[in-house]
């Protein structure tokens, strides 16, 4: 008689999870100096944070002053986030928001609108910036309340997207559901600045037996100052008695250019000035003066040029006709303000005045733990209610 024999039972599958975590942090940068990198920097050039450790990676804020492109609207800046690497490839999934701080607003706890990434974006060797170009930005920084003392404060919020791949056992898989979620981690906030300053000078050059020179040189011929060394670089200018082309004849040309021992790309504002003589020393008032129109970037490194002037800076009959041609001389001032290299740092939020010490519930300010202090301007809006009692006195 046969028997049945019952067939082994299946073996235990495997099993393992997939969850995915967030972690965000703040960073603050504190921009100072902002007029001069808007007049300064040209479209699609740009000024960098320090380097900030956020959710497991390092990242830098690059801010645009005037956009990356020409299609942007006045007064708007770009602002993007890039995702920093050595020779590793670095690779992280993120959202992110840029916003801008009211001055004295201590930093409220949570942004002040701003701009948002519709979904996480992925940075990696082939994409490490993303960002945004002007929407929304640009307006605000006509408002006194985010533009102080030459400075803006920019709030960038990241999220990091962290998947997690775990093997589980099979009787611990069930219970997954059951698992707590963790508790939120406190905001962790840190910052830097980014100082932008500029250097002004000027120069004054003689230009002698001007009725030889015109005819020494000729149309398309030019004289050359010795170089000088005015706001931190060296420079030479060009004089043209007869214009720098053909259809400039008639006119003096002046151009100014960078020294060829400088090998730096330079971004600078100048003004050529037909100065009284007597007046050398004086600030240019009125008469024949003319400026560049924006900035410019000498060097010779491409976008830059060697050299940037105005071809009809003045018509010959004109100027022998003025009071600034006499005996057969005239000078001409060169004004210069030239942007120094940015300075970044990374800093103490504390010591940007960014954080609240008080241990009031009422205050929505970001808290410093464990050092609790009397918040002063919270009292000084309190106070602000109350009624004024005035007290008189007879004599």
């Not at 990198?37 to 040209?42: D, R, S, V």
């Not at 105005?310 to 001032?333: G, M, Q």
Request: net charge positive; with cysteine.
């Amino acid at each position: 008689m046969k028997l049945d024999v019952a067939p082994p039972p299946p073996p235990l599958p495997s099993a393992s999870s997939i969850s995915a975590t967030a972690t965000s942090r703040v960073h603050i940068v504190k921009l100072s100096g902002y007029s001069h990198a808007k007049q300064l920097l040209g479209t699609g050039e740009c000024i960098k944070s320090a380097v900030f450790k956020a959710a497991g990676h390092s990242w830098r804020v690059k801010v645009y002053p005037n956009g990356t492109d020409d299609k942007r609207r006045p007064g708007s800046i770009a602002l993007f986030l890039s995702l920093v690497g050595g020779k590793s490839k670095p690779h992280a999934r993120a959202k992110f928001q840029f916003s801008l701080v009211r001055h004295g607003s201590k930093l409220a706890s949570a942004p002040d609108g701003g701009i948002v990434t519709k979904a996480p974006v992925t940075f990696n060797a082939g994409k490490r910036d993303w960002g945004f170009q002007d929407e929304g930005l640009g307006g605000k920084l006509e408002c006194p309340e985010y533009l102080k003392d030459d400075a803006i404060l920019i709030r960038c919020d990241v999220t990091v997207i962290n998947p997690a791949v775990e093997r589980r056992d099979l009787e611990a898989l069930d219970t997954l559901h059951e698992e707590k979620t963790p508790p939120a981690m406190p905001m962790r906030l840190t910052a830097s600045t980014i100082a932008v300053t500029a250097t002004a000078g000027c120069h004054v050059l003689k230009v002698s037996g001007y009725s030889q020179t015109k005819l020494l040189t000729g149309n398309g011929n030019h004289i050359r100052s010795p170089e000088f060394r005015e706001a931190g670089h060296w420079w030479r200018i060009q004089c043209y008695p007869d214009g720098n082309r053909e259809e400039t004849a008639g006119h003096v040309s002046l151009f100014l250019e960078l020294a060829a021992g400088e090998y730096k790309n330079v971004h600078a504002r100048f003004q050529f000035s037909l100065v009284p003589q007597g007046q050398l020393a004086s600030a240019p008032r009125g008469g024949r003066s003319r400026t560049a129109g924006g900035r410019r970037t000498f060097g010779s490194k491409p976008p830059a040029h060697k050299g940037y002037g105005f071809k009809d800076f003045v018509a010959r009959e004109k100027l022998e006709k003025s009071e600034y041609l006499k005996d057969d001389c005239f000078y001409v001032r060169c004004d210069i303000t030239a942007m120094n290299k940015p300075v970044a740092k990374l800093r103490d939020p504390e010591k940007l005045e960014l954080l609240c010490h008080c241990n009031d519930e009422l205050c929505k300010n970001i808290h410093a733990p464990g050092k609790p202090r009397r918040c002063l301007g919270l009292k000084k809006t309190l106070l602000s209610c109350l009624p004024i009692q005035v007290e008189s006195s007879q004599q």
